[in-house]
């Protein structure tokens, strides 16, 4: 291998409201650093490419593929992964939504689901179903063939108000 | 208040939304290392010499040929005939032949390049046609792995007598499973305390089988535990004992460390199973009235390197082939052939996806031919109950297929719709059309094998006086847990909070046979029932339980069973229903317990600039017996109709020299959100009396229908036929092209 | 895992400046990331070659749009959510804004940026034939100060270009028009969203006094950059009233200037038919366009 220089770095960022430092190679993948280092397994990986969304976290308020992240690019950052959406015990609303609808089957893309349908509704409360579906479309699922899902986010939208 | 019938939520459902859920990835022990796994350059050779290159500190990895095998270099599954590792030839392309172990990730890989496999190639058998040829032999004499002869009445003479003659042949293509969550499985095996291993997997008691031939273990010391798994669809029926095989034996050999080996999706897409690829020739004879006369039917499968399941995949694909249509004179030949491809194993469907594709497609073909419209020519066929299904099997549903026909007509406003788009496909660059296809998917395992497999449950009443289920049906997605807990609910008269189903391990639970073939519901949701019937009956006895009684009364009772005479627990072990006959020999009788049964609509747009088919909308009606779970149900029927999709218009594996070329997410393209339009789901319950509270199959009925109507459709708008799936826009376009050239 | 992190050094610059100081230090040997999503991709794949690597997400400075009355500048960073979100690109570049819309889904558009769809050189990229109708300029910057070069002939072969190893892509420049324009653009993927594509199509055209005065198409997926194609433009362009559009010469020249090739992805018989085929949506739009001067 190349000249083998990579040097850990000492990484901060505020992960589901926690501040937090880890030592790593600063192109690790921010999805290893999560499952790895943090234990934070919610987060999945379903292909590696960013093609799946299983790995989908928030990344100061934005949707982003954490195994496309170098680690280095998460300093200082916010992020939000599933393990940070139920709050006090509680499950959110959108969690709520996907029980009900079925939303998960196997559960494996619905994290990535989650975070991605999470992000929808911070950046509009109220989406139509065309716009969860463009929302979504960077989130495989193999199991539901996306009705539950996208049910689901619509029941959230209608019932979760602010409380998101 | 029953719990049948009703859309109780998935009991998992709270760990896989807060992300608590232990999937094999997620799953660690204590000194754990990694297992990798180095594959065979080609499709076909001979390995001369395996060499360990330079700049590896090899004495610190554990590796792993075939002579470390302590049994049977075999995955035990059917034939035997597939190798663990590859000892001195390989047969497929990315067969599994060194296993390496170590803590650091990066060195394993390094290592993995640094395994260099001096071979000897011979020349491969890559297709159908080459396999029938056997010009090279490389299974068997003749290359069949298997074939069947399904025959009724006088073909050939009823060809000859008939009207009209019509021809086709119909090609299917592989199909990636591409659960979300790829392979794994880790392992811990010593010669003192045997092997345990968790992993992502469907059939517990056929990883076990597997092990004990390889390690030459006993049952009580080959112990397999199922892990939350994410997706499966036949993909991890049989392959997850290779997998399996392989962490164990690095385990072994590592002085029982811990190993776990989790595919990235390249080397899954790369090594595990597919759909068998299939070619399927019809030839029809019809009276002028559309009565059909004769079927004879060759139906050929492609099952790669190795037999795996293709015999039980060709079984039931040959069965199929005929659909629900009453015909005196049928003839249907099944082969399965080896190729030197990975072998190809179980998915959602099992073989009558393919058949069902052919005659579904073809008839329309043939409706044209006889100048009917296709819902006419199959009204005046259907089966009707009491009449005899081409294996000689009588119907004894109570289904009424031309009353669902009616059904999916009405509800997908069919007569109105082609009208509209006859005059819209006039203008613009746009055409859109409908097609259906008329199908039925037998429940449970093919012939005796319900009777050859008699599964066994058992509930256990605790001291808590709660009730736990123990069966091998794994949840992998379908709602195995909630459907069994409402069962066992409602057969025991109590709420559902007292049920619990635990995972499966074979340590702890009977071997109520795999998690295939639409069964689990019907035929071990059965076994629940009854053995629920009797545990509730010991309670009786004992005068323990009161009558009335609520759930309270039922705990109380339960604990104290358990207080005063020990362990409260009752076993179901299956009966064939009764009057049921196979003959395996003559492949006659009665093919399946009870069949479900549907009629699928679907609506296409086909954009005449781009050659690109898309699904707009889609009609289910199915009969299905009693629906245990509105809510599951259909969202296995909608998840079914979405992989179908895939299948019928974008999933296409691009084989170079029997290998998968595109084997990553980005080229190997499965619907998105954007793709899948509103699937309408309709059912028809008519109950069946030796299923789970009338319950039949479901789960992979919803795989058979789409592919067919799908390409009806295209025909519709397009008066092209296309017969292979998938029919991508390259494939619309070739058959769009060689049309203009013939006019 | 077919990579090793510790073969990758990413170092993080507080500035260009030192970014560029760096690579003038080093020539060749360190490589920008900015979205990271072609790269990591390649990584994960066992496929990216060890090395140094100089971070440039964090460089807010090349993530700006700025707007003067004859230009947009954009900077390198600009993501594709970036482009959608804007409303003079949404006004009068919306092909930008459409191929930016296709790209990926939202993970993707949040983070791949425009200076590395450049920099990334797929000829089946979806910005480029946009950027190229557009007569987009490149600003690249190295240590010893900055260059601006046509778009256009910036990608010299199959993943070549005119970047130097010192140099980044810091800007692109997109002239503005006051006129009437037109624009067509087509993507066509194997699916409605998260698709490479098979075939990109960009045409845009330029009317004055009810004449076509300019007409720009360009390609994608039909050879081993994306390509403008003059000839086709010039026969368009020709037309004085939209019944002179020569749709059948336009055609048989747009042929003539692809190169397409049969891949895992699609036939090369394919992408030239369908490539024609958008031409003649192209030349129906433009034929259908109330804006020509009656005789
Ligand atoms: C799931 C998925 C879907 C995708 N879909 C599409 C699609 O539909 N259409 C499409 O066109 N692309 C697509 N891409 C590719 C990719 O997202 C784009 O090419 C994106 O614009 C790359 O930007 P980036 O900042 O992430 O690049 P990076 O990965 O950071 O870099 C890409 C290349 O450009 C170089 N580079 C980056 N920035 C600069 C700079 N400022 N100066 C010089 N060189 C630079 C890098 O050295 C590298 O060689 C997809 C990728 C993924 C993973
Ligand atoms: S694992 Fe990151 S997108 Fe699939
Ligand atoms: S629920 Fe299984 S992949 Fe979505």
Redesign the pocket.
């Not at chain 3, 296709?102 to 889904?105: E, F, I, M, P, S």
């Not at chain 3, 998260?194 to 594509?197: E, L, P």
């Given at each position: 291998m190349s000249d083998g220089s990579g040097q850990q770095i000492d990484l901060h960022f505020v992960v589901n409201g926690q501040a937090v430092t880890v030592r790593c190679h600063p192109m690790a993948r921010l999805l290893d650093v999560l499952r790895e280092e943090l234990h934070l397994t919610g987060t999945k990986e379903g292909c590696g490419?960013?093609?799946c969304g299983a790995c989908a976290v928030v990344m100061d308020g934005e949707l982003v593929?954490s195994c496309?992240v170098p680690a280095a690019q998460a300093a200082g950052v916010q992020l939000r992964t599933v393990e940070g959406l139920a709050a006090g015990g509680r499950l959110a609303p959108l969690q709520e939504a996907f029980l009900h609808c079925n939303g998960a089957q196997c559960g494996i893309c619905t994290p990535g689901m989650l975070m991605a349908a999470f992000c929808l509704l911070q950046h509009n409360p109220h989406p139509s179903e065309e716009a969860v579906r463009v929302a979504l479309a960077?989130n495989l699922c193999r199991c539901t063939g996306y009705a539950k899902i996208v049910a689901a986010v619509a029941r959230a939208a209608q019932e979760g108000g602010d409380a998101l | 208040m029953p719990l049948v019938g009703t859309p109780v939520p998935r009991l998992e459902a709270p760990d896989k939304v807060t992300g608590a859920a232990c999937y094999v990835d997620d799953f660690a022990l204590p000194g754990m290392i990694y297992g990798v796994t180095v594959r065979s350059p080609g499709p076909r050779g001979r390995i001369r010499r395996i060499r360990l290159g330079d700049g590896i500190p090899w004495e610190e990895i554990t590796v792993v040929t075939a002579r470390d095998i302590p049994g049977d270099n075999v995955v035990a599954l059917i034939n035997d005939d597939q190798p663990c590792l590859a000892a001195e030839v390989y047969n497929h392309a990315e067969e599994a032949v060194v296993l390496l172990a170590h803590r650091d990730r990066a060195l394993l890989e390094r290592a993995r390049r640094q395994v260099h496999l001096d071979v000897e190639p011979l020349p491969p058998v890559l297709t159908i046609d080459d396999a029938l040829a056997a010009r090279e032999v490389i299974w068997g004499t003749d290359n069949i792995i298997k074939s069947y002869l399904v025959e009724q009445g006088d073909v050939e003479a009823a060809l000859r007598e008939a009207d009209l003659v019509v021809q086709g042949e119909y090609e299917t293509g592989a199909q990636e499973h591409l659960y979300i969550e790829p392979n794994g499985m880790v392992a811990v095996a010593t010669p003192e305390d045997g092997v345990t291993v968790w992993g992502s997997l469907q059939c517990p008691y056929y990883v076990q089988k597997a092990l004990m031939r390889l390690f030459r273990l006993p049952p009580e010391r080959t112990r397999v535990v199922q892990l939350e798994t994410g997706g499966g669809f036949g993909g991890k029926e049989d392959y997850p004992s290779m997998i399996a095989a392989h962490a164990a034996l690095l385990s072994w050999k590592a002085g029982g460390v811990p190993v776990k080996i989790v595919y990235d999706r390249t080397e899954d897409m790369l090594a595990t199973t597919k759909r068998h690829p299939s070619r399927t020739r019809h030839r029809t004879g019809l009276r002028r009235d559309g009565t059909l006369v004769a079927l004879d039917i060759d139906f050929v499968i492609d099952g790669g390197a190795y037999s795996t399941l293709s015999q039980v995949v060709l079984s039931r694909g040959t069965i199929h082939a005929a659909g629900p249509y009453r015909c005196d004179n049928v003839r249907i030949r099944g082969r399965a052939v080896a190729t030197n491809t990975p072998p190809r194993g179980a998915f959602r469907g099992f073989g009558a996806p393919q058949s069902l594709f052919a005659l579904e497609r073809h008839l329309d073909v043939v409706a044209r031919a006889a100048g009917l419209p296709p819902e006419e020519l199959r009204r005046r066929n259907f089966i009707r109950r009491g009449e005899r299904l081409a294996v000689g099997q009588q119907v004894r549903d109570g289904v009424d297929l031309p009353a669902l026909l009616e059904r999916a007509l009405q509800v997908s406003g069919w007569t109105e719709r082609k009208n509209r788009f006859r005059q819209e496909n006039q203008r613009g660059t746009i055409r859109r059309g409908l097609g259906l296809s008329c199908f039925l998917h037998g429940t449970g395992f093919t012939g005796s094998g319900e009777s050859h497999l008699a599964s066994t449950v058992a509930l256990e009443g605790t001291a808590e006086g709660r009730v736990r289920v123990l069966t091998s049906s794994t949840e992998i997605g379908q709602g195995t847990n909630t459907i069994f807990s409402q069962i066992a609910a409602d057969a025991l008269g109590v709420g559902g909070e007292i049920i619990e189903v635990p995972r499966p391990d074979t340590a702890a639970v009977p071997d109520s046979g795999p998690t295939v073939a639409s069964r689990t519901c019907t035929i071990v949701g059965k076994l629940i029932e009854t053995a629920a019937l009797s545990l509730r009956q010991q309670l009786l006895e004992e005068g323990l339980l009161p009558l009335p009684y609520t759930t309270g009364d039922f705990q109380a009772a339960c604990a104290a069973y358990v207080r005063q005479r020990g362990a409260l627990r009752a076993t179901a072990r299956y009966q064939p229903p009764p009057g049921i006959h196979w003959d395996e020999v003559r492949f006659r009788g009665d093919a399946y317990g009870a069949y479900s049964w549907a009629v699928y609509v679907a609506q296409v747009r086909v954009d005449l600039c781009t050659y690109q088919a898309q699904v707009e909308e889609f009609w289910t009606v199915q009969e299905v017996g009693r629906v245990v779970n509105p809510t599951l149900a259909a969202g296995q029927i909608e998840g079914g109709v979405a992989q179908a999709i895939g299948w019928a218009l974008y999933e296409h594996v691009a084989w170079q020299e029997g290998r998968m070329a595109n084997c990553r997410m980005?080229d190997y393209i499965i619907p998105t959100t954007m793709d899948i339009p509103p699937i309408h789901v309709w059912f028809e319950e008519a109950p069946y009396p030796y299923g789970a509270f009338g319950a039949k199959g479901l789960g992979e009925l919803p795989m058979d229908g789409p592919a067919p109507a799908i390409l009806n459709a295209i025909h519709d708008a397009l008066g092209v036929s296309i017969c292979r799936v998938p029919a991508t826009p390259e494939v619309i376009y070739d058959a769009l092209s060689r049309e203009e050239a013939l006019v | 895992m077919r990579f090793d992190v510790a073969a990758y050094k990413l170092r993080t610059p507080q500035s260009v400046q030192e970014a560029l100081a760096w690579m003038a230090a080093e020539p060749g040997a360190l490589?920008?990331?900015?979205?990271?999503?072609?790269?990591?991709?390649l990584l994960a794949a066992g496929k990216l070659p060890g090395g140094q690597?100089v971070n440039?997400?964090p460089l807010r400075e090349?993530r700006t749009i700025e707007v003067t009355s004859d230009s947009v500048t954009l900077g390198?960073?600009t993501?594709?959510s970036d482009v959608q979100a804007h409303p003079v690109l949404q006004q009068e570049f919306p092909m930008l804004v459409e191929?930016a819309r296709?790209?990926?889904?939202w993970a993707?558009q949040n983070?791949?940026?425009?200076?590395?769809?450049?920099?990334?050189?797929?000829p089946?990229?979806?910005?480029?034939p946009a950027l190229l109708c557009y007569d987009a300029e490149l600003e690249l910057r190295s240590a010893q100060g900055s260059r601006w070069l046509p778009y256009h002939g910036f990608h010299t072969g199959y993943r070549q270009t005119l970047?130097r190893p010192d140099?980044?892509?810091?800007r692109l420049r997109l002239p503005r028009r006051r006129g009437q324009r037109l624009h067509c653009y087509r993507?066509v993927?194997p699916r409605q969203a998260?698709?490479?594509?098979k075939v990109c199509f960009a045409g845009c055209a330029d009317l004055e006094d009810g004449r076509l005065v300019s007409v720009r198409i360009a390609l994608?997926g039909v050879a081993p950059t994306v390509v403008r194609c003059p000839e086709t433009e010039h026969i368009l362009a020709a037309a004085t009233s939209p019944a002179a559009l020569d749709e059948a010469a336009a055609r048989a020249s747009l042929s003539r200037q692809m190169a397409p090739i049969d891949d895992i992805r699609s036939t090369a018989r394919y992408r030239r038919r369908v490539a024609e085929n958008l031409l003649g949506q192209f030349v129906a739009v433009l034929r259908l366009h109330p804006g020509w001067a009656t005789p």
């Open positions: 490419e960013g093609e593929n496309l960077g | 980005t | 490589r920008p990331l900015a979205g990271g999503t072609d790269l990591m991709v690597f440039l997400w090349l390198a960073l993501t594709y191929a296709q790209t990926g889904g993707i983070r791949g940026t425009l200076g590395g769809n450049i920099g990334n050189a797929s089946a990229a979806d910005s480029p970047l140099e980044i892509i810091a993507k993927g998260q698709a490479i594509s994608g």
